[in-house]
């Protein structure tokens, strides 16, 4: 890999036409993006995709598996890498096809250096953008799993709208008890106020109504 490419952003072309692949190579490279190459669907199946913001560059016409066929296929496996199609031989019928599963352009050959570099532009934002949520969710994920039984208790309670007055109640402790347990809950879920952990139970999918 050229080492004045960026390894947080890949692009990934699949075109059996090596000179297409030698020619789009050379245009990412030159705009610092990483680049790997392959000559079919199957090739890329038997490899690695890598783990930082990445899209696929895919030419519609494969040996073997189609490009429309192979983007059902990472559908179905989970994959929301953000596609983009290209093609000699394009109608409206595949045009539409693959936007309505999510492409994110679709190129006729010859296109435009800065068409498909505006579409790549786009595509690895939005794959930084999803990967980004992802990695948020995670970490939230794992700071709410962190908290003691009484946390997590106090968590529920407060995100459900009972005061420390009802919490206390409830608990049967003091009101000062239940503000320290709460305090501990709030930096450890990395809250600065109650709006924070109700819209981190709607994230976690956490039940908000009175318990």
């Known amino acids: 890999m050229d080492n004045k490419t960026d390894p947080q952003q890949v692009v990934i072309v699949v075109d059996d036409d090596e000179s297409m692949r030698v ?10 993006l990483a680049v790997k190459v392959f000559s079919s669907a199957s090739q890329l199946l038997d490899s690695k995709l890598p783990d930082v913001a990445s899209c696929l560059v895919l030419d519609i016409r494969l040996p073997g598996v189609s490009g429309l066929e192979f983007q059902d296929v990472l559908a179905k496996a989970g994959n929301h890498i953000p596609i983009i199609f290209m093609t000699g031989h394009g109608d409206i019928p595949m045009t539409v096809r693959a936007m309505k599963a999510g ?67 409830r608990l049967d402790v003091s009101e000062i008890t239940v503000k320290i347990h709460r305090g501990h809950m709030m930096k450890k879920m990395e809250a600065r106020s109650v709006a924070d952990l109700v819209r981190m139970a709607g994230e976690l999918g956490i039940d908000k109504t009175n318990p």
Request: cysteine-free; hydrophobic content about 45%; aromatic content about 8%.
């Open 103 to 169: 492409a994110i352009d679709f190129l006729p050959k010859p296109f435009r250096d800065q068409d498909m570099l505006d579409a790549v532009t786009r595509a690895l934002a939005q794959d930084g953008t999803r990967r980004a949520g992802l990695q948020a969710a995670s970490a939230l994920r794992q700071r709410h799993q962190a908290l003691t039984p009484r946390q997590s208790e106090l968590f529920s309670f407060v995100t459900s709208g009972l005061m420390n007055k009802q919490i206390a109640a």
């Open 23 to 32: 020619a789009l190579t050379y245009l990412f490279r030159s705009m610092k």
